[in-house]
């Protein structure tokens, strides 16, 4: 738990983060969830379902009584208790060291992955609704965290889905279902119960409706398969090939059923691979137990002083977390905003097109002004409006007419992107301002304001 909240408490940098916070605001200021999208020129109005609406509210009530830091304390205490709850879901696994082994593997995969995301609140209803399967937690208390899950992200069907495999193996593996059962009959009431609140029988069935989206969701790199590339995805690999082996130990339906989905799940889209890891601990924990003789419940004196060197090791590095920035702005264009923002262009007037991530930064310096062109709310925007984004991104010939349909007179993109030599080899486009691999470009000709001038 302490090493998961060390991972919590990195500076927040995730650019959805700024948008469901800047939310949170919104709907703390208002007393309502927004049913419409209140930050764009390009999407003013149109509908826009908050399916985190409940987790938007913690991290503003956070901020308000405590700044950034108060948002960095609940994500650290989110993952300390995530961690927390995979070091539990591995109790049957009474030897230490692959306990130990086994959440260090999990640690690992998510370190990498975690994120200040409303889907660390769903990994923890994910990693709870598990321990009710063990039957290690009264399934009753499943029916308050299904109105949660439900008002908190959309990965709460992964709840019924783990437990509908879990009846069926356990079925396969010649026993009696019961648990599971009855887990059932009390996860689906509580998620239907969702429905009570801001959003009604929207939010139970917007999750099913993003996963219609195939053709934008293929263009989001999250939900594309991964890659291999980083640390914490090639530790998948390494539990992937562990709960084989262990399985392989210990033949089970249960618990083959149980990685097989969760993993291919995660082999098709890189988000899955945090519901995959900690999905794999219940069927890894049979095949582990017995190997081993240094029991996780002794206590011999070696052992304690080993935990209090950690935990010394743990209060330095929450120190050295806490003197970090509290926002990481580093791969955004922090200088040519900063530009505009002092030359006195107003961007409700001028607009100005930026790639997602920047928009999502937009969205939490001014709020609900509509200056945003394009966040990475994608399920949310008209095509055409996904068109011009996809336009900007990838320098497509038809940019130019995109930019045109949309009255966007001010650009902001790497300088090394294809749109930015394009724009920057136009004589109708000229450079303004350029600053850390940004360069912001106006329309020649173009009103930038009475303090500003023409471009």
């Known amino acids: 738990m302490a090493a998961g909240w060390v991972i919590g408490l990195r500076p927040l ?28 020129f390009t999407a003013t109005g149109e509908p826009w379902v908050v399916q985190s609406w409940l987790v938007s509210v913690l991290y503003a009530t956070a901020e ?32 230490l060291l692959p306990r130990l082994a086994t959440a260090a593997i999990f640690l690992t995969v998510g370190a990498g992955l975690w994120a200040e995301r409303p889907f660390m609140v769903g990994l923890i209803c994910f990693a709870l609704t598990a321990l009710a399967m063990e039957d290690r937690l009264d399934p009753r208390w499943l029916v308050p ?44 009431p509580g998620m239907l119960l969702g429905a009570v609140g801001p ?7 917007f999750p ?60 098709l889209g890189a ?15 049979p095949g582990l137990a017995g190997i081993g003789r240094l029991s996780s419940l002794d206590r011999a004196r070696p052992a304690r002083l080993a935990g209090v060197a950690s935990l010394a090791v743990i209060l330095l590095l929450t120190l050295a977390r806490v003197d970090q920035h509290d926002l990481d702005l580093g791969h955004y264009p922090v200088g040519p905003l900063t530009y505009l923002e002092s030359a006195g262009v107003d961007t409700r007037e001028v607009h100005l097109a930026a790639p997602d991530y920047v928009g999502n930064l937009i969205d939490y310096v001014y709020g609900p002004e509509e200056r945003t062109f394009y966040d990475d709310r994608f399920d949310m925007f008209p095509e055409e409006v996904t068109k011009a984004h996809s336009a900007l991104i990838t320098g497509a010939p038809s940019l130019r007419s995109e930019m045109d349909a949309f009255d966007i007179d001010l650009v902001v993109v790497l300088s090394a992107s294809a749109t930015g030599q394009i724009l920057n080899n136009d004589p109708a486009w000229r450079a303004l301002f350029v600053d850390d691999g940004w360069v912001l470009l106006c329309r020649r000709g173009s009103d930038l304001g009475s303090t500003a001038g023409t471009c």
């Open 271 to 285: 988000r899955n691979l945090v519901v995959a890891s900690l999905a794999m601990l219940p069927a890894m924990a």
């Open 13 to 40: 940098s995730d650019n959805s983060f700024l948008t469901h916070l800047a939310t949170g605001r919104l709907i703390l200021d208002t007393g309502r969830v927004p049913s419409v999208d209140p930050y764009t």
């Open 145 to 188: 965290l299904g109105w949660v899950w439900v008002n908190s992200h959309g990965s709460f069907p992964l709840g019924i889905v783990l437990l509908v495999l879990a009846a069926l193996g356990r079925r396969l593996d010649g026993g009696s279902p019961a648990v599971e059962l009855r887990c059932l009959r009390w996860a689906l």
């Open 199 to 205: 959003l009604g029988l929207r939010v139970l069935v």
């Open 64 to 95: 308000r009584l405590g700044g950034l830091d108060g948002v960095r304390v609940l994500v650290g205490v989110l993952t300390a208790v995530l961690a927390g709850l995979a070091w539990t879901l591995l109790r049957p696994v009474e030897s």
């Open 208 to 267: 099913l409706e993003l996963l219609q989206r195939q053709d934008l969701l293929s263009t989001v790199i999250e939900w594309q398969a991964p890659t291999f590339q980083s640390t914490s995805q090639r530790m998948f690999v390494v539990q992937l090939a562990l709960a084989i082996v262990v399985i392989a130990r210990k033949p089970s339906y249960r618990s083959a059923l149980i990685v097989a989905v969760f993993s291919a799940a995660a082999l």
